[in-house]
Structure formats: structure tokens, C-alpha cells
């Protein structure tokens, strides 16, 4: 059984970062084998991918230039430094990861951005 769970969510003002981090726990999988993404939702808007990552990072058009997805496979965390934020990347965030059946997701985490 994984489970991941993600923390670093918080109120931050327009042009701050954050950094969130996703940590997976489970003894009987390899981490490093599966590509992780970081989504997000809105109220009222549907979950949208952010980012993913298998070795290199690829981003939505809307976070380019702005967001860096990263992972450590020896401590199974992936992280999302999120700069110079603007008041629509208010959402929860949600860790995934990608290829698995049931599907992975963690429990989210709140990031708000006041203007």
C-alpha cells in the first residue's frame, strides 16, 4: 500500500514562493520507477496538471518559467518550488503517482494567494 502526503501549503502574497513537498511511504514499490505530478483544483474549475516528472520535468504552459519540479528517489519525495506566485495559482495541490491502478493521490495541501 503507498500512500503519499503532501505539506508546505500556506497563504503567501503575490510574486512569493512557496515550496511543496510530497513524501510516498510503502514498503513494496520502487519509487524511482514511476513518473510523479503534481495537480491542482480550484473551486469550481476542474484538476489540471501542473507538473510531472520521470527524470526531467515537464510543465504546464501557465507555470513555465515559474514552478521546478524536483524529486530525491533515495528519501521518495518530490517537491514543487513554486516562484513569483499569481493570485490563479490559488488551488489544493495533489501529489500523484503516475501508472498506478487504483490510482495514487495524496490528500492535498491549501496554497492561497492573496493579490
Known amino acids: 500500500q503507498v500512500q503519499l502526503v503532501e505539506s508546505g501549503g500556506g497563504f503567501v502574497q503575490s510574486g512569493g514562493s512557496l515550496r511543496l513537498s510530497c513524501a510516498a511511504s510503502?514498503?513494496?514499490?520502487?519509487?524511482?520507477?514511476?513518473?510523479m505530478s503534481w495537480y491542482r483544483q480550484a473551486p469550481g474549475k476542474e484538476r489540471e496538471l501542473v507538473a510531472s516528472i520521470s527524470t526531467f520535468g515537464n510543465y504546464a504552459d501557465s507555470v513555465k518559467g515559474r514552478f521546478t519540479i524536483s524529486r530525491d528517489n533515495a528519501k521518495k519525495m518530490v517537491y514543487l518550488q513554486m516562484n513569483n506566485l499569481k493570485p490563479e495559482d490559488a488551488a489544493v495541490y495533489y501529489c500523484?503517482?503516475?501508472?498506478?491502478?487504483?490510482?495514487?493521490w495524496g490528500q492535498g495541501t491549501q496554497v492561497t494567494v492573496s493579490s
Open positions: 500523484k503517482m503516475e501508472g498506478r491502478r487504483p490510482e495514487i
Open positions: 510503502g514498503s513494496t514499490f520502487s519509487f524511482s520507477l514511476y513518473a
